[in-house]
C-alpha cells in the first residue's frame, strides 16, 4: 500500500513554526524518497519538498526555500518537516507520500489523512 501518516500540523501564528512527521506502517522508509507535499483551498495539490532515500539529496519548491527543512531519521521510520517563518500562504493540508526520486514528485501508493497546517493570527 506505501501509505504513510502524517502528524504535527496545527494552528500557528504568523512567524511561527512548526514540525511535520512522517511515519510508515507495515514497511520500512529506508530504501524510499520522500514528498511532502500541500493542498490549499480550492488549488491543485504540490509538492514542497523532498528527499533521496539516504537524505544526501533534498529538494524544495521556491516558495519555502529558507524557511523549511526536510529531515529524515530511518532508524525511527520517520520523515519530518521543519517549517520556520511560516506565513499565512502555508495554511493548506499537507501529505508526505512514498515517490518516485526526489525532484520527481510521482506519488506512488495511496494518500494518507494528512495533516492540517493553518497559520493565521
Known amino acids: 500500500q506505501l501509505q504513510l501518516v502524517e502528524s504535527g500540523g496545527g494552528l500557528v501564528q504568523p512567524g511561527g513554526s512548526l514540525r511535520l512527521s512522517c511515519t510508515a506502517s507495515?514497511?520500512?522508509?529506508?530504501?524510499?524518497?520522500i514528498g511532502w507535499f500541500r493542498q490549499a483551498p480550492g488549488k491543485d495539490r504540490e509538492g514542497v519538498s523532498c528527499?533521496?532515500?539516504?537524505?544526501?539529496?533534498?529538494n524544495y519548491t521556491d516558495s519555502v526555500k529558507g524557511r523549511f527543512t526536510i529531515s529524515r531519521h530511518n532508524a525511527w521510520n520517520t520523515v519530518y518537516l521543519q517549517m520556520n517563518s511560516l506565513e499565512p500562504e502555508d495554511t493548506a493540508v499537507y501529505y508526505c507520500a512514498v515517490i518516485d526520486y526526489c525532484s520527481g514528485y510521482v506519488p506512488l501508493g495511496s494518500w494518507g489523512q494528512g495533516t492540517q497546517v493553518t497559520v493565521s493570527s
Open positions: 528527499i533521496s532515500p539516504t537524505g544526501s539529496t533534498t
Open positions: 507495515g514497511f520500512t522508509l529506508v530504501h524510499y524518497a
